[in-house]
Nanobody, 126 residues
Framework: QLQLVESGGGLVQFGGSLRLSCTAS????????IGWFRQAPGKEREGVSC????????TYADAVKGRFTISRDNAKNTVYLQMNSLKTEDTGVYYC???????????????????WGKGTLVTVSS
């Protein structure tokens, strides 16, 4: 059964760090671009970071550049999002999603992804 499962969310203070994991089952991560998205209460889902299947292409939203780092370990079928210097505006549900490599090495929009995890909640307190 195809699944993406996010983990690592939680409550953290302003300036703290968390590492999120996105683990795939039922398919091989090697063939997929993986994106992290987030959705804050009352807001639309937005892209946070994206990594191509090989790891050669990485993108970040301007709001997280310099603070977040995406990486992947295809042998473990897992993609990570290291989040440092967290701010209250980083609060939200974080989702990972996949896009087959034949469609590109970036994550232009949530609509371009074809499978999603259920999300993990990140709460940053002031």
């Amino acid at each position: 059964q195809l699944q993406l499962v996010e983990s690592g969310g939680g409550l953290v203070q302003f300036g703290g760090s968390l590492r999120l994991s996105c683990t795939a089952s039922g398919f091989t991560l090697d063939y997929y671009t993986i994106g992290w998205f987030r959705q804050a209460p009352g807001k639309e889902r937005e892209g946070v970071s994206c990594i191509s299947n090989s790891g050669a292409t990485i993108t970040y939203a301007d709001a997280v550049k310099g603070r977040f780092t995406i990486s992947r370990d295809n042998a473990k079928n897992t993609v990570y999002l290291q989040m440092n210097s967290l701010k209250t505006e980083d609060t939200g549900v974080y989702y990972c999603a996949r896009r087959h490599r034949v469609y590109g090495s970036t994550c232009p929009s949530p609509q371009g992804m074809d499978a999603w995890g259920k999300g993990t909640l990140v709460t940053v307190s002031s």
